[in-house]
């Protein structure tokens, strides 16, 4: 296993909507260091999901640790239901430091196959429901900030033009690489500490 580079805005890949897992990749040595470099990464930053664009790959695919329920998903299809919600807030490992809250359904199930290509499948509400709608957004070119409406939206488009949001970037990818090389025993002792509840 390893630890990925996460991939932050404005990196292509984060809007380019990704292609399905072939079934030949199912049970590959290659396909499970993936998963399992995903979930070290994501633990890394003490996010809760984090989607293969996010680290530069073009599959349909995404892990998650939340609410006691860690897994990952292959080829994800999503079902959503119930009124639109606001909160919690939101945040994304690809668009550091802004939180903001896109309407999202408050029920969604999504399911797919995992590494060996056996069905699984994940439900919930609430924060839950709210990840699994993240996860999935993003591997169709989508980030949340798209979600958002009216005065929120102008509001996060101008916060991504800042001079003060680009700089924030820079910061969190220097502490993330430093992060990294902390964890494999090359970098500063004194790492910084990852922010929480991001995906």
């Known amino acids: 296993m390893s630890i990925l580079t996460i991939r932050t ?96 359904a408050q029920y969604a199930k999504v399911h797919g196959v995992n590494f060996e290509g056996r069905p699984v499948a994940y439900e919930g509400e609430g924060l839950f429901a709210r990840m699994l709608q993240h996860e999935v957004d993003h591997l169709e070119g989508l980030l949340f900030v798209d979600r958002l409406e009216d005065a929120e939206f102008r509001q996060a488009r101008r916060a991504m033009a800042s001079r003060s949001f680009v700089e924030a970037t820079k910061r969190v990818n220097v502490a993330r690489s430093a992060e990294i090389s902390s964890i494999f025993g090359t970098g500063p002792s004194d790492r910084q500490a990852p922010s929480k509840g991001r995906s």
């Open 9 to 104: 805005v404005p990196d292509p890949v984060l809007r380019s909507k990704t292609t399905l897992v072939d079934s030949s990749r199912y049970g590959s040595t290659g396909l499970r260091r993936l998963i399992d470099s995903m979930h070290e990464t994501m633990d890394a930053v003490e996010g809760v999901g984090l989607a293969a664009p996010q680290v530069g790959m073009s599959h349909a695919l995404f892990v998650f640790n939340l609410e006691n329920r860690q897994g990952h998903v292959i080829n994800p299809v999503i079902q959503t239901w119930g009124p639109p919600q606001h909160e919690p807030k939101e945040g994304c490992l690809s668009v550091p430091e802004l939180y903001y809250t896109p309407p999202r």
